[in-house]
């Protein structure tokens, strides 16, 4: 009887970086004969002397493998696993032609379509074709991060049927993993170039991969859609792999399949530890050049041939050359300018510079009744728990626009038992072209965080050209604009759509009397104007969604002193939930979680029966709400003799920049050039009713109100020469929508 183990066959890994150490790792760990050729030397090295390490979380596996620079290499080449970046192709190629035995072969293990070069120098039978998606990187030198699981396919070139050297190879590779045979290895790597442009479009900023993909879809879309379209002309058939479905991806696809297709793809990106791209990491970390511009030679000649546009695809290639050596430039405004990019030609403005200076010297020759307008407003006490208040502060705001803008075609009060009521105001359309003639919502709200009585100690206050006083900034003097910005439309007899002007009383406290009303009101509008404050003087283009939950634990009372293990402590079990929970944030994802609020127990000599912590949740991403949603509803005791319950709910949906959002940035920052000065975007932590509104699919104009600052704060503050800047603003958007 023959005991005998068969000799496993041998591999020479030549670039022994994330991918090659990944499978040199597996291979040797199977028992297979594996030699690691690299030109670091000190990788080298530290393979040399504790093996090849692979890291997983906390944990660390060495298997020991012969390692050795090309310059010290000895001997024939068999089986080589080429694993080098794609710009070393033809150096490696080079050390390889004079020692690849005959019947030796080199599978392409690399990222881009290197296959043919390979070919072209060493012959198509002693060529290898391969995709490979492995999540890993080089963390330090001789030791390999797993990154989790990964694609890896492996065939003949040029579609040919799979043969017996790929099936064995296939067989020593599943010590890796999913390793599979196919004859259409091309449609794997035509889709991961698409996806790969993708991660390389996230190495232009410094965040997670996921999260930009998840903010930036138009530019992530568009830049797969004109890789897709070569492939297309070329006739491959497209394979997908992992989460990623290149179908969704191609030009024209419906946009409900090709968002369901990104949430999937990020949620499967955000399991990945590996949260950044190797081409990202080349830029911050190893400081070196990056291979995608190899990557994308052929497409980009393909691209040349077929007449098609690479526009976003050059624009990355680009900008990842100038951030070589310069990774402190990374930013996610070149993100943003690819969004950019991807949008259809915006229609010309209807209205020229001379108008738009018109509106603005109008509203300048107004200022002061502007000044008098807010002056009158923020005498009017408004807090949201002030029912009275509020009350005659409607009364007010009806006469004052009755004055201001004459009497409205129609007229809606729609009542709230416990909040203030809700005035509808709609206006006619002048003079328009547009053949969308639903209104535009102009929406705000009249209620302030400022308590009764404020008035009287902090009034309204002029000095120069700064305001001060409870709600000029949040969100009284957006209003004026508002309605300065119709009667200016009005005055010079331009045109302006159809408009809808929608105040609530209950903004500041969640919206919930009223968010019906303003989702319905919003369906059968064309889009949104959000009179809410500037940040900065930038429009708001995407806000976070807000949870408000509250945790009430239930334990058992006891004599803390006399029986101190009888009872079961709730605020010792909403302590160590507190703990639990503050693990949710994540601050990369712009997740945010507060227990802000905790109270709990009767006396310090009594175990306490009671607890309760009140919780303010902040996410950026629709992603990142369903992922603390699920975990909120999964708490469970820590100590089982008390009862955990989270109540509560999302009060707030995300606020993302869509694509309608985007389109309407874009002509506010068009409109703005008429009048003469840049105007910028920003995406902020607070909520607004725009939040309800965007979801439920209606663009939205957020933050075109007031200039200033301090919300919420004794310092609230806006400024005279912003309230006129501000007016025409809204007044030359409304005019282009008017014609648009």
Known sequence: MNDAQPVRPGYTV?????????????????????????????????????????????????????????????????????????????????????????????????????ESLIARRLGAARTVAAFVNIFADVIEPGVVLDGGAGALVIGEPDGAPVSPRVRDLVAHL??????????????????????????????LANAPMADLIDRHRPAMAALTGEIFAVSDRLGVTLEAFDAFEPHPFRQGTDPAA?????????????????????????????????EAPTHYTKV??????????????????????????????MSESRLDELDRLAQPPAPSLSLDSEQAEAVRQWLDAHREDMVADLADYTSQGS??????????????????????????????????????????????????????????????????????????????????????????????????????????????????PACTVMLNGDEETGSLASRDAIVDEAGDSRLAMVFEAAADGAIKTARKGVGLFTVTVTGTEAHAGLDPTAGASAVDELAHQILRLTDLRAPDAGTSLNVGVVAGGTRGNVTAGHAVGRIDVRVATAAEQKRLGEALAAVRPVDPRTRVEVTGGWNRPVFERTEGVAALADLARRCAALLG??????????????????????????????????????????SVSGMVTRAALAATVLAALARQ
């Open 14 to 114: 030549v670039g022994a970086g994330a991918i090659g150490g990944t499978l040199a790792f597996a291979l040797a760990r199977a028992g297979h004969p594996v030699t690691v050729v690299d030109t670091d030397r000190a990788h080298v090295d530290a393979i040399r002397t504790r093996g090849l390490v692979v890291a997983r979380g906390d944990t660390r596996e060495s298997v020991p493998v012969t390692a050795t620079t090309p310059d010290e290499f000895t001997g024939t080449l068999e089986r080589v696993l080429l694993a080098v970046k794609a710009q070393a192709t033809g150096t490696a190629l080079d050390w390889i032609a004079p020692r690849l035995a005959p019947d030796g072969y080199v599978v392409s293990l690399q990222n881009g379509f290197n």
């Open 174 to 203: 599943h010590s890796w993993g999913p390793a599979v045979a196919s004859d259409n290895v091309e449609g794997y790597l035509w889709a991961k170039a698409g996806f790969g442009a993708m991660l390389a479009a996230t190495a």
């Open 258 to 290: 090709q968002n369901a297709a990104f949430d999937r793809l990020t949620a499967w990106l955000r399991t990945q530890t590996k949260d950044r791209s190797g081409i990202w990491r080349d830029l911050a970390v190893r400081h070196r050049p990056v």
């Open 300 to 329: 980009f000649h393909h691209a040349a041939r077929e007449g098609l546009p690479t526009t976003l695809l050059h624009t990355v290639v680009t900008g990842l050359r100038q951030l070589e050596g310069a990774a402190q430039d």
């Open 383 to 496: 807090a949201s728990d002030d029912l009275a208040a509020l009350d005659t502060c409607l009364g007010w705001l009806r006469d004052w626009l009755d004055r201001r803008l004459g009497t409205p075609d129609a007229e809606e009060t729609l009542a709230r038992e416990e909040a203030g009521d809700i005035l509808v105001r709609r206006y006619p359309a002048r003079d328009t072209t547009t053949e969308d003639h639903r209104p535009v919502l102009l929406l705000g709200h009249y209620d302030t965080v400022w308590p009764t009585g404020t008035l009287d100690t902090w009034p309204f206050r002029r000095d120069g050209d700064h305001i001060s006083g409870p709600g000029v900034f949040d969100m009284k003097a957006g209003l004026v604009q508002a309605v300065w910005a119709l009667r200016a439309l009005d005055s010079l007899d331009l045109p302006r």
């Open 677 to 718: 000065h840049d105007l910028s975007e920003a995406s902020v932590g607070g909520a607004s009713d725009g939040n309800f509104v965007v979801a439920q699919g209606t663009p939205v104009l957020d933050g075109i109100g007031a200039v200033g600052s301090g919300a919420h704060a004794r310092s609230e503050n806006t």
